[in-house]
């Protein structure tokens, strides 16, 4: 059995046995703090950083569950070297598998523990046999790439967020398992670390010639295409802190999502399925194998299939069931999640996954044995119960969300274990989420149906506490007693006030460190980290995901969501007592549409006979598409020989001139 002070985990390149020998051996020093500030000002964790993260090693399970075994099970190869790094076709590297090997040995105290732990064994990566004809590439990107033969090739699942991680993940199983073709793709559901790398597993040749079944769960292409658009922008703004986007990858910075490491940010793309699975109980012969899919939409997704290889003994989960509490709600921002409907497919995937002697899911390591899996799955689906019912029965005793999230803690059956810990969603923030779900922001005090903006109540708090040196003093005294909560609290007011006041942001850094320092979710760590970075070192200067690397999904996005865009990136005051109708004909699709402006608000129709428009714009769909993520110019846009305008030249550069383009770099610490 492991003990607590002995959960050193070793990973990166380490083959798997001697990974476990360093487990077992876990009770070395310390190598991974450092004293003082790192070269990116994060400083060191307090005593009581300390003392919480020891405490809680303390209450952690052992691991003679046998999880670090089945986290290296089966495996057979990785990268190594240069070929450790995956570059794009420009020769940018995209993705490091030796990035992380700061991962090794005890946890440092300036990471949870938990956290570590979970950061060391996702990563382990390269090819692992998962079962008899069923083998997952883990570890080349934030989720798996599962390998399946068929009689003829190999049937792939969720092909990675990006081609290049793709393409190398296909590279390295090929060298070991022989070069088959690729006969089929399953996309398990709409979020892109899923679908996003299928050109890098398949060619557009054979896409087109009919040589590669695509399936997909009703709705894919929908979701796929359309999540995130009209509120991308914010959302991606937010993902950032999410997933650390600017962090150090070291012990004071990000060392995991939770979930994965994180996502690869390559060249992004789309296949639109061949076939669809529209409901639980399909059955479909894939290359020589029979497939039974459970169709799960309003899950972890707003389109999600998992399905059983009766043949194989084989069962895969997608990402509904996990080796982590999930989110029903995200923190970079997205609708909240039925808890309920969630646990309920998971009670039906007990049922559906009869016969199967292994688990596996698009993320983490695979589970084998009836019994573990009945006793996984069953966990997963009472933790999501429990939180929801025990939110709602809070939720009618009167408490709001914020009283619920302090006092809510799942029962010892259900905390026993690693596979629900909060690496990715949290008790707390998840039963905020299902407040929300049936209350919406308001929790019924009227003191917080109105309440001040952000920094007008600024101000007052900080006259109300004395003035800034007084709220200095007291943060100080709160920061010293390790009461990191309240002193990001009372700080916030007073750099929201006083933004200049280079001492209360120096204090509020430090402050986030500790709370990053101390969180068990990688995502809680990551928001705490990238806020202190950015209380350091300013907002980025410019967009951190390159809108040109989605043209591949963009061009497949309904022509209606861009329009959606448009109508939000109206500026209202310009548009005060204008009115406007202009035509826009893609030239390619035979589509018409008329855009309106009226008293502030756009609205669009499909429209084939347009004539009433004040200009009348004919282009593809391609173009469109290059304008709108700002790729082609509006002067190189006139000029183009694949766009025509008729009527008013000078009345549509008036309507183009209505919209703005948003501020992607928004403060988010700082007003």
């Known amino acids: 059995m492991l003990s607590k002070k002995g959960m050193v985990l070793h990973t990166g390149l380490m083959k798997p046995a001697v990974a476990l020998v360093a487990i077992a051996l876990g009770a070395c020093s310390n190598s991974n703090e450092q004293g003082g500030n790192n070269s990116y000002g994060f400083t060191a964790p307090s005593p009581h950083t300390s003392a919480v993260n020891q405490e809680l090693l303390e209450q952690l399970p052992d691991d003679s569950g046998g999880l670090p075994e089945a986290a290296t099970r089966g495996f057979i190869g990785t990268f190594e070297g240069e070929r450790a790094k995956i570059r794009n076709s420009d020769g940018e590297i995209i993705w490091d598998l030796n990035e992380y090997s700061f991962l090794t040995g005890q946890a440092p105290d300036s990471t949870n523990p938990s956290l570590w732990r979970q950061a060391s064994l ?9 079962t008899d004809r069923v083998y997952q590439i883990r570890g ?13 090739g190999l049937i792939i699942v969720d092909p990675l967020t990006s081609e290049e991680t793709a393409r190398a993940a296909l590279e390295l199983t090929r060298e070991h398992l022989g070069d088959a ?18 050109w890098g597993v398949i060619s557009k040749s054979d896409y087109d010639a009919g040589n590669v079944r695509v399936i997909a769960p009703v709705g894919f292409m929908e979701e796929a295409t359309s999540e995130n658009v009209v509120a991308g922008i914010a959302m991606a703004r937010r993902a950032s802190f999410m997933y650390g986007r600017r962090l150090p990858r070291d012990a004071r ?9 994180t996502p690869s940010f390559g060249t992004f793309g789309i296949a639109e399925p061949t076939e669809i699975v529209d409901r639980t ?27 059983a290889i009766p043949e194989l003994a084989a069962y895969c989960g997608a990402e509904i069931a996990t080796q982590t ?15 309920i409907k969630w646990s309920a497919y998971i009670d039906e995937m007990i049922t559906l996954s009869a016969g199967s002697d292994v688990y596996f899911a698009g993320h983490h390591w695979p589970v084998w044995g009836r019994d573990r899996i009945v006793e996984y799955l069953e966990l997963h689906r009472d933790t999501y119960k429990y939180i929801h019912d025990q939110t709602v029965r809070r939720m009618n005793n009167g408490l709001t969300s914020r009283e619920i999230a302090e006092e809510l803690r799942l029962p010892p059956a259900l905390s026993s274990t690693y596979s629900n810990r909060g690496y990715y969603g949290t008790v707390r923030h998840n039963s905020k989420a299902v407040y929300q779900n049936y209350m919406g922001w308001y929790d019924a005090n009227p003191a917080n149906l109105n309440p001040l903006p952000p920094e007008d109540a600024a101000n007052r708090y900080v006259d109300l506490a004395g003035g800034a040196e007084s709220l200095m003093a007291m943060a100080r005294t709160a920061f010293q007693e390790g009461d990191y909560r309240w002193t990001a609290e009372i700080l916030n007011h007073l750099v929201f006030d006083q933004p200049d006041h280079d001492a209360a942001k120096t204090l509020l850094a430090e402050t986030y460190d500790q709370l990053g320092y101390q969180a068990e979710s990688g995502p809680w760590r990551d928001v705490y980290l990238s806020a202190a970075f950015e209380l350091r070192f300013g907002a980025p200067d410019e967009p951190l995901v390159d809108m040109h690397a989605l043209l591949g999904i963009l061009q497949q996005t309904p022509v209606e969501k861009f329009f959606q865009t448009m109508s939000v990136r109206l500026d209202a005051d310009k548009a005060h007592g204008e009115e406007y109708a202009i035509a826009v004909v893609f030239t390619d699709l ?15 129709q499909q429209d084939p006979h347009p004539g009433l428009a004040d200009a009348s714009l004919y282009l593809t769909r391609e173009l469109f598409t290059r304008l709108l993520v700002g790729d082609v110019g509006l002067s190189e846009m006139l000029t183009s020989d694949s766009l025509e305008v008729e009527g008013s030249t000078v009345r549509l550069l008036s309507f183009l001139s209505l919209f703005e383009t ?7 610490v700082t007003p």
């Open 281 to 307: 109980g399909l059955r479909l012969n894939i290359d020589g194998l029979e497939f039974v899919f459970q169709n799960a939409p309003g899950s972890e997704a707003p389109a999600e299939l998992t399905f």
């Open 590 to 604: 035979n589509e018409s549409y008329l855009l309106t402006v009226k008293n502030s608000v756009l609205h669009v």
């Open 181 to 198: 073709p690729v006969v089929a793709v399953i996309f398990t559901h709409s979020h892109i670390d899923h679908f996003g790398g299928v």
């Open 662 to 668: 948003p501020n992607g770099e928004f403060n988010i």
């Open 140 to 152: 080349f990107d934030l989720a798996n790439m599962t390998i399946i033969q068929g009689r003829r």
């Open 122 to 130: 996702n990563n382990l990566h390269g090819l692992f046999k998962v």
């Open 253 to 261: 910075g990000h060392v995991d999502s939770g979930l994965g490491k």
């Open 325 to 339: 509490l999930h989110n029903l709600y995200t923190l970079r921002g997205a609708k909240v999640r039925d808890a």
